[in-house]
């Protein structure tokens, strides 16, 4: 398929006017073709427009047609082939096993929301029939369903081109829960972005749904994006990006007449506590373990161990000892773009700089136009404790090391932390007590607590949570991962003494969907 360079918007497609977006090659430095011109505020209107206009018809389509939709979609990418495997590769530096591995589950979270999608749980349907005979006071027949909060803006991530990007999860749930989409593609892979958008319009066409159902555009800056969020039409936004991005949206989406909810992830540093006797029995083992975590991808996923925290001792000087000389042995690997690397840099810099800081390792140098050079540091807890600026993320293969004098000061330190996505426990049967001790403040802190495993690699299902307190997402009660992602785009309804031809579908006696139902406080099926 040859790429156009243009801004899909409905069923068309639009050359933009405003100035142009390349990608770059972040391996090589060479920009690519086509030059993508950004769109115009008057484009951000039509889109919204379609959108809206698209609503009421998408959002009553029945279960079956939507789940069709979604599984469309993901057979539409898959149809592209090795053309997009090629151009993601191209535009992100990343290796085909794992732009592979990223389509395989962009096109499974879209099959699992179609699953989600016929099973119908989500509508939350809820009936207490009318009892006119109960004293004091009679009961009048009171129905709930949950309905789609009306278009939703979704803003590509640079670290995920498929999985967290145009048919990403965003996509994938707002769809699921009746909501068209308007896509801001991002600028660090607009060709790829293209390719997945051309699949969804065409599997908008084949199911005869709405042309305003998806849009797509491009833009240069915030104008374009901050156009969108502030668009009277969208109802609801899904971010994944820096925490000054997130931030920024958040301020447009609150300053509107009619607020709506950001839902923004935007940083984590992703704490690992090694607890003693972990330590003690293994912690070259464990250090190794780091290290793979730490190296995967650069570094450069949201949830990358960019914090270790034990008590100091010969067991964690042995455990620094043997992740330094692992990050010693680490090749440099091709980071996503020319900004991200000059973040990541600045971000190493400025904890090499830190007098309270000690360089433990750095990684070997790449040869590459802008390689993510992998480092290991080390400070005291009491520094840690006294400096904000030691919390702040460094979005690539570089994780401090906080040494603290004993158990309590350890709490000291997860109690202070910011929100995060993850905490990890590297913990034997022999640091239950601890573990249970730590248990209640982690709780407060992150989404997801791991045990004996790396924060890095998200599982696709149904119990996953990939969310956390401010400032690892804007909405410390909802997740971007997983089956429970697409509550974020709905709300209840409560329909009183409605008449039975004026109740929507899923509310009528004899339960026409055949879903689960709560039904005079009972479950029924």
Same mark, same amino acid.
């Given at each position: 398929?040859?790429?156009?360079?243009?801004?899909?918007?409905?069923?068309? *497609?639009?050359?933009?006017?405003?100035t142009?977006?390349?990608?770059?090659?972040?391996?090589?430095?060479?920009?690519?073709?086509?030059?993508?011109?950004?769109?115009?505020?008057?484009?951000?209107?039509?889109?919204?427009?379609?959108?809206?206009?698209?609503?009421?018809a998408?959002?009553?389509?029945?279960?079956?047609?939507?789940? %069709?939709?979604?599984?469309? /979609?993901?057979?539409?990418?898959?149809?592209?082939?090795?053309?997009?495997?090629?151009? =993601?590769?191209?535009?992100?530096?990343?290796?085909?096993?794992?732009?592979?591995g990223?389509r395989?589950?962009?096109?499974?979270?879209?099959?699992?929301?179609?699953? @989600?999608?016929?099973?119908?749980?989500?509508?939350?349907?809820?009936?207490?029939?009318?009892?006119?005979?109960?004293?004091?006071?009679?009961r009048?027949d009171?129905?709930?369903?949950? /309905?789609?909060?009306?278009?939703?803006?979704?803003?590509?991530?640079?670290?995920?081109?498929?999985?967290?990007?145009?048919? #990403?999860?965003?996509? =994938?749930?707002?769809?699921?829960?009746?909501?068209?989409?308007?896509?801001?593609?991002?600028?660090?892979? +607009?060709?790829? $972005?293209?390719?997945?958008?051309?699949?969804?319009?065409?599997?908008?066409?084949?199911? $005869?749904?709405?042309?305003?159902? !998806?849009?797509?555009?491009?833009?240069?800056?915030?104008?374009?994006?901050q156009?969108?969020?502030?668009?009277?039409?969208?109802?609801?936004?899904? !971010?994944?990006?820096?925490?000054?991005?997130?931030?920024?949206?958040?301020?447009?989406?609150?300053?509107?007449?009619?607020?709506?909810?950001?839902?923004?992830?935007?940083? $984590?540093?992703?704490?690992?506590?090694?607890?003693?006797?972990?330590?003690? %029995?293994?912690?070259?083992?464990?250090?190794?373990?780091?290290?793979?975590?730490?190296?995967?991808?650069?570094?450069?996923?949201?949830?990358?161990?960019?914090?270790?925290?034990?008590?100091?001792?010969?067991?964690?000087?042995?455990?620094?000892?043997? *992740?330094?000389?692992?990050?010693?042995e680490?090749a440099?690997?091709?980071?996503?773009?020319?900004?991200?690397?000059? *973040?990541?840099?600045?971000?190493?810099?400025?904890? =090499?700089?830190?007098?309270?800081v000690?360089?433990?390792?750095?990684?070997?140098?790449?040869?590459?136009?802008?390689?993510?050079? %992998? #480092?290991?540091?080390?400070?005291?807890?009491?520094?840690?404790?006294?400096?904000?600026?030691?919390?702040?993320e460094?979005?690539?293969?570089?994780? &401090? @090391?906080? =040494?603290? *004098?004993?158990?309590?000061?350890?709490?000291?330190?997860?109690?202070?932390?910011?929100?995060? &996505?993850?905490?990890?426990?590297?913990?034997?049967?022999?640091?239950?007590? %601890?573990?249970?001790?730590?248990?209640?403040?982690?709780e407060?802190?992150?989404?997801?607590?791991?045990?004996?495993?790396?924060?890095?690699?998200?599982?696709?299902?149904?119990?996953?949570?990939?969310? #956390?307190? !401010?400032?690892?997402?804007?909405? $410390?009660?909802?997740?971007?991962?997983?089956?429970?992602?697409i509550?974020?785009?709905?709300?209840?309804?409560?329909y009183?003494?409605? +008449?039975?031809?004026l &109740?929507?579908?899923?509310?009528?006696?004899?339960?026409?969907?055949?879903?689960?139902?709560?039904?005079?406080?009972?479950?029924?099926?």
């Amino acid at each position: 398929m040859t790429l156009e360079g243009k801004l899909l918007i409905g069923q068309q *497609a639009i050359s933009g006017q405003q100035t142009a977006i390349h990608a770059v090659n972040p391996a090589t430095g060479v920009t690519l073709e086509p030059a993508y011109l950004g769109g115009s505020k008057k484009d951000v209107e039509r889109a919204c427009e379609l959108a809206e206009t698209a609503f009421n018809a998408y959002r009553e389509t029945s279960l079956e047609e939507r789940a %069709a939709f979604l599984e469309a /979609i993901a057979a539409e990418i898959e149809a592209i082939g090795d053309t997009l495997i090629e151009r =993601a590769m191209a535009e992100t530096g990343l290796p085909r096993a794992r732009l592979e591995g990223e389509r395989g589950r962009t096109c499974g979270q879209l099959r699992l929301f179609a699953s @989600v999608v016929r099973a119908g749980e989500w509508l939350d349907i809820r009936i207490d029939p009318a009892l006119p005979n109960r004293e004091p006071l009679p009961r009048t027949d009171l129905r709930q369903r949950h /309905i789609p909060l009306g278009p939703v803006a979704v803003f590509g991530a640079s670290n995920f081109p498929l999985a967290f990007s145009v048919a #990403g999860g965003d996509t =994938a749930s707002a769809l699921a829960a009746g909501c068209p989409v308007v896509v801001k593609g991002h600028s660090a892979h +607009p060709g790829t $972005s293209e390719l997945v958008g051309h699949a969804i319009q065409r599997a908008v066409a084949k199911c $005869s749904l709405p042309e305003g159902t !998806f849009s797509l555009l491009f833009g240069s800056g915030r104008e374009i994006g901050q156009a969108l969020v502030a668009n009277p039409h969208m109802q609801a936004v899904g !971010f994944t990006g820096s925490r000054s991005g997130g931030t920024a949206l958040m301020a447009t989406a609150q300053a509107r007449p009619q607020p709506i909810p950001v839902y923004a992830e935007m940083s $984590s540093i992703n704490p690992v506590f090694l607890l003693p006797e972990a330590l003690k %029995a293994r912690g070259k083992a464990i250090a190794e373990g780091f290290i793979a975590s730490l190296n995967m991808g650069a570094g450069q996923f949201c949830t990358s161990p960019g914090l270790v925290i034990a008590v100091q001792g010969p067991e964690l000087d042995a455990f620094v000892e043997a *992740a330094g000389s692992a990050v010693k042995e680490s090749a440099a690997q091709t980071m996503l773009t020319p900004g991200v690397h000059e *973040a990541y840099e600045q971000g190493v810099k400025q904890l =090499a700089q830190n007098a309270q800081v000690t360089e433990v390792a750095r990684g070997q140098a790449g040869e590459t136009a802008h390689p993510c050079q %992998a #480092g290991l540091f080390v400070t005291q807890a009491e520094a840690f404790l006294n400096d904000a600026t030691l919390q702040e993320e460094v979005f690539g293969s570089t994780s &401090l @090391v906080v =040494a603290c *004098a004993d158990t309590a000061e350890v709490a000291r330190v997860a109690a202070q932390l910011e929100g995060q &996505l993850t905490a990890t426990l590297q913990m034997d049967d022999g640091d239950l007590a %601890a573990a249970q001790q730590l248990l209640p403040i982690l709780e407060r802190k992150a989404g997801r607590i791991l045990a004996n495993g790396w924060p890095t690699g998200v599982e696709v299902c149904h119990a996953m949570v990939h969310g #956390g307190p !401010f400032p690892a997402t804007s909405d $410390s009660r909802t997740t971007s991962v997983g089956s429970a992602a697409i509550f974020r785009f709905l709300r209840p309804v409560c329909y009183q003494a409605l +008449p039975e031809g004026l &109740l929507p579908k899923a509310l009528n006696d004899g339960n026409p969907y055949g879903v689960s139902r709560l039904v005079d406080g009972k479950r029924e099926v």
